[in-house]
């Protein structure tokens, strides 16, 4: 049984670019959630999409945004990219009303120049 | 507001020691708890957790904690720490209704041999 599994594991962009990470969830899994972690830093919440839907959102400026599709997979994209947007973004899947089952992926570790 | 604190950032400890790693949260009702363990360049993977009941649980690789509801405080254990122990551990709250973690700062463990 796949756990979650993000794509890809690392990426390079420059300032003002745009950017997409991608995430399949475990098997079983209808909710994903996506976070953030810069270096030195606990996870921070970004989003949850449950029934292809926003469900919550954290504290992120609308330059992400993101994306849940029939089969439960997600995006996460990241418009015109600053250099505090390197980090390790980690996608998490959890079953319907599972906000205790959470599983992580091994993120995707994004580098902004 | 809810919040998680890890007071210490560094924890160094020799091959066989004892180990106890500090968590200390806000929230106006008992949350769900957590720790998790990140190894670099990872995700996070589940120690353990606690929702409701005994207040000493027990985790994977050898890992306890112990929830005080007084001190707000869920601090993880271990007995004898083993040198591939060493890594980063958050806690992290989740509130029941919600759809989110919080997570602490981290704690890095190194470990002597």
């Known amino acids: 049984d796949a756990g979650v599994t993000q794509s890809p594991t690392h990426l390079i962009k420059t300032r003002g670019q745009q950017v997409t990470l991608r995430c399949s969830p475990k098997s079983g899994h209808d909710t994903v959630s996506w976070y953030q972690q810069a270096l030195g830093q606990g996870p921070q919440f970004i989003f949850q999409y449950y029934e292809e839907e926003e469900r919550q959102r954290g504290n992120f400026p609308d330059r992400f945004s993101g994306h849940q599709f029939p089969n439960y997979s997600s995006e996460l994209n990241v418009n015109a990219l600053l250099l505090g947007d390197s980090a390790l973004y980690l996608c998490?899947?959890?079953?319907?009303?599972?906000?205790?089952?959470?599983?992580f992926g091994s993120g995707t570790q994004l580098s902004v120049l | 507001a809810q919040s998680v604190t890890q007071p210490d950032i560094h924890i160094t400890v020799s091959e066989g020691a004892s180990l106890e790693l500090r968590c200390n949260y806000s929230?106006?009702?008992?949350?769900?708890l957590f720790w998790y363990v990140q190894s670099p360049g990872q995700g996070l993977q589940l120690l353990l957790k606690y929702f409701s009941g005994d207040t000493l649980v027990q985790g994977i690789k050898g890992f306890e904690a112990e929830f005080k509801r007084s001190q707000s405080s869920f601090n993880l254990r271990k007995p004898s720490v083993h040198w591939s122990d060493a890594a980063e551990y958050f806690c992290?709250?989740?509130?029941?209704?919600?759809?989110?973690?919080?997570f602490g700062t981290g704690t890095r463990l190194k470990v002597l041999a």
């Open positions: 929230y106006g009702a008992t949350p769900y």
């Open positions: 992290a709250v989740g509130a029941p209704g919600t759809y989110k973690y919080i």
């Open positions: 998490a899947s959890s079953p319907t009303g599972g906000v205790e089952k959470l599983f």
